[in-house]
């Protein structure tokens, strides 16, 4: 007589268990009976294994076919809603199918043993159609963008197309090259045409942030091009100057930052200056640069020796006129912007640590002398003015720490305002800060004056910075001529269209009713801005049934966690002693990369990022007498602060943020993760959306190998679109560079990266060549492989058109 399957059984038996434990819970949050009927089903089969029943396929049949009829009723056709409910029943069906498995079954009566074989057979062949059916079903939407046949014109002719002068190539941030040699046509010959290091590399403790896991280390540079040379930055604040046509490396400036109290490392890019002709200075091409322990620098572009007639030998220090910094509480992570002979930054203020943190006020500076020209500072009357030595900006106002965009012509300069600290409660926050928290802001290049302000956000309680400037396009005129207009992104998702000139919105933005109910001492705005007149890529609200995971047990866990959540959609305010789910959160949508825009044919490119957060708020006592947070009143340094706790310092409450992972690390939320979109901004409409990315590099419990599932993945950095009819990008967790045609939204080209290419691309010529180049140095925060690469891509010589 045949053994008994006893492996077989303990697994049906084991998995049962674990949903009939979880299903009971689920139940009684008043969540889904399938994962408690479902267990018993799987319970039951392993007995009847393991008594070798010939009931035991049917029984599973039955299993089977239930858990295909609840998975269409509750997820529809959805390829990977489906993909979580039936494989593991799958996979335990076709096991028991297995001829080796169905020995130690009961044979029984012949009849009723093959009935159940062929009944069960039957059930795993409907789960696969439905699953290939399912698989079949477009992912996302296809259209097709119509280019113009030649370059045209409609693109800022202020920069040489073969150079990339600013962070965005040009003051707009549209991230578009003029350059064709890489095309449609031949894109799928381009090669690595050089790689360099540049020797700044992650040091022991940063490879991850946060106040207990130390410092975390990114390298997000856009290179910018000037002449034959291109000028990078590192996360240590190193500034080297690169032949764009070799890639050898010219020079290397290390102004040894004192990043020992910094959380955050990076550096994003680095400005350029020329000074007019005639003017005496040792330095007339000069790379102005930030340094993390909140210095400015200026290095001659030739040398990189710092310009001696900057500041005091070619630094100043941007703590001054801030009063007392405590360590690590004000560094800079985005290039300044050059413009108008006005060198003008803000800067990364830390996050939920305290009311009274140092002023965000945003400061313009003489290019030449380093001398303070004017400070933008919202709680000053008038809000730009020139403080003296001995005085001090309006402390804990809302800071504008992204890449800021101009319009030269009209003299103005676009900044995305942050709200003031902390992010997650805001009953300190006086009427100034209101007034332009999460907003963009006009203000004149050359006085500082604000002309106007857009609000992305009221009252801002869940960390919606606006994260990067505007990108600038001209779009046509209902009556003829054109309109000077501005996109900007959100971290919700919501793309707004403004007037660039006065503010006003061109798409319609609605004041909509969002979920009230504030902890005690906190307020909640009634109503939100969306831009209804343009398409949104926010997320849709989650449900129980949109929970996702690797297996149906880890679904589970995350149905509980979300029915033991607070959750009312967008907008949920945070609550006391209880998770509050924040979808879409901090992390974007689109977050500090911004979008692209092709100027000439009116499209905006912009890659999107899907992951929730949970936030949890709790009183102060409770936490400072278990000593996870001490008395601090901002005199000298921050106490220490455990528990990753957010201490909020100067409010009644700490606070907790993560993302929401379910234990084995996989999101709670179902793909796609990420995605590139298309949108016509003449129509309003999305032309094309596609999931980007692959799993590759993204397995559970954080491990770097995995199957690429097309799931679209976590992404961070941005793209550029080119007059080849292409938009490269980087930033996926999968760490490849991709082509794609901007037509279709269809990968044309990708190339392995050596490490993480959470960076925006960019693209120059010089002696004939186009390049495409990024960074590709990691995003410790996003869990990529680091490292310290600069990879430049071309055609092979004489491929190209030219």
């Known amino acids: 007589m045949p053994s008994r399957p006893y492996i077989t059984s303990i697994v049906f038996i084991l998995i049962g268990l674990a949903l009939v434990v979880g299903g009971v819970w689920l139940v009684a949050l008043g ?23 010939r009931w035991t396929t049917w029984l599973y049949m039955l299993v089977l076919l239930g858990t295909l009829v609840w998975s269409i009723a509750e997820a ?32 029984a009566e012949p009849a009723t043993r093959r009935g159940g074989v062929a009944a069960l057979g039957v059930a795993v062949v409907l789960c696969l159609v439905v699953g290939v059916i399912a698989a079949c079903r477009p ?49 799928k010959h381009l090669k690595l045409a050089w790689s360099m290091h540049t020797g700044d590399t992650m040091r022991p403790g940063e490879d991850k942030g946060g106040t207990d896991a130390g410092h975390e280390f990114n390298f997000e540079d856009t290179p910018i091009k000037v002449g034959d040379t291109l000028y990078v930055c590192t996360g240590h604040s190193w500034v080297e100057a690169i032949d764009a046509a070799t890639g050898r490396k010219k020079w290397t400036y290390d102004p040894h930052a004192d990043t020992r109290a910094d959380v955050y490392l990076a550096c994003r890019g680095v400005a350029y200056y020329k000074a007019p002709p005639g003017t005496p200075t040792d330095c007339p091409e ?70 009274f943190e140092p002023s965000g006020a945003v400061r313009a500076f003489d290019p030449l002398s380093g001398k303070l020209i004017w400070a933008w500072d919202v709680g000053h009357d008038p809000e730009n003015w020139t403080p003296r030595p001995d005085q001090q900006l309006t402390r804990g106002t809302p800071n504008a720490w992204g890449a800021y965009t101009a319009d030269t012509q009209l003299g103005l300069v676009y900044l995305p305002i942050g709200n003031a600290t902390p992010d997650y409660y805001g009953g300190k926050r006086r009427p100034f800060d209101e007034k332009v928290s999460s907003s963009v802001v006009a203000v004149d290049i050359e006085t500082g004056a604000p002309r106007w302000v857009f609000q992305t956000v009221h009252h801002d309680r ?85 929970m996702w995971g690797a297996t149906p047990i880890d679904q589970m866990v995350c149905r509980i966690q979300f029915r033991k959540a607070y959750y009312k959609g967008q907008f949920t305010p945070p609550q006391l002693n209880r998770d509050t789910i924040v979808y879409p959160a901090f992390d974007g949508v689109i977050d500090w990369q911004g979008a692209s825009i092709d100027p000439v044919n009116k499209i905006l490119i912009a890659n999107a ?18 000593g996870l947070v001490q008395p601090w009143n901002g005199a000298g340094n921050e ?20 993302p929401w992972l379910n234990p084995l690390g996989v999101p709670c939320n179902s793909p796609p993760w990420g995605t590139l979109t298309a ?15 692959t799993t590759r590099d993204a397995g559970p419990f954080g491990i770097h190998y995995n199957l690429p599932l097309p799931t679209g993945i976590f992404n961070i950095g941005g793209n550029m679109v080119t007059a080849g009819g292409l938009v490269f990008i980087g930033a996926t967790a999968d760490d490849y560079l991709r082509a794609v045609d901007e037509r279709t939204g269809k990968v044309v080209w990708k190339a392995r990266l050596p490490a993480g290419g959470q960076a925006n691309p960019m693209s120059y010529e010089v002696d004939g060549r186009q390049y495409v180049v990024i960074a590709a140095g990691g995003h410790a925060g996003l869990g990529t492989r680091s490292g310290d690469y600069v990879m430049a891509y071309a055609l092979p010589q004489g491929n190209g058109k030219h």
């Open 286 to 355: 000069r790379i102005i640069a930030p340094v993390l322990d909140a210095r400015l620098m200026a290095l001659n572009a030739q040398t990189g020796k710092p310009c001696e007639d900057f500041g005091t030998h070619g630094f100043i220090s941007l703590k001054e006129y801030l009063g007392h910094v405590p360590a690590g509480f004000h560094f800079i992570t985005s290039p300044p912007l050059v413009v108008n002979d006005r060198v003008m930054l803000g800067g990364w203020i830390y996050d939920n640590q305290a009311t």
């Open 462 to 546: 869940w960390d919606f910075d606006v994260p990067t400037g505007p990108s600038l396009v001209d779009l046509p005129a209902p009556g003829g001529g054109t309109v000077p207009a501005l996109l900007q992104t959100t971290k919700r998702g919501e793309l707004f269209l403004l007037n660039r000139e006065t503010g006003k919105p061109i798409a319609q933005v609605q004041e909509k009713p969002v979920p009230q109910g504030a902890v005690p001492g906190d307020w909640s705005s009634p109503t939100q801005p969306f831009s209804t007149g343009m398409p949104t890529l926010a997320p849709k609200d989650l449900t129980e049934a949109s």
């Open 679 to 693: 949108i016509d901004l003449t129509t309003r409409k999305i032309v094309w959306q596609h999931p980007i990315g």
């Open 639 to 658: 106490p220490p602060v455990k528990g990753g706790l957010a201490p909020q310092y100067g409010t009644p409450y700490v606070g907790k943020v993560h």
């Open 609 to 626: 990022n899907y992951i929730p957060f949970r936030i949890s708020l709790a009183p102060r006592g409770p936490a400072m007498r278990e």
């Open 139 to 187: 992912r996302g939407i296809d259209g097709r963008v119509q280019l113009a046949a030649t370059a045209g014109t409609g693109y800022d002719a202020s920069v040489p197309p073969q150079d990339w002068l600013f962070y965005g190539r040009t003051p707009r941030g549209d991230r578009y090259s003029p350059l064709d040699q890489i095309n449609r046509g031949n894109v």
């Open 31 to 53: 969540g889904s009976w399938y994962y408690l009927l479902g267990g018993i089903g799987l319970v039951v089969t392993g007995v009847l294994a393991w008594l070798r029943s």
């Open 76 to 107: 529809g056709l959805d390829f990977w809603q489906l993909e979580v409910r039936l494989v593991m029943p799958v996979i335990l069906g076709i096991w028991l199918l297995l001829p080796w498995v169905l020995r130690k079954l009961e044979p």
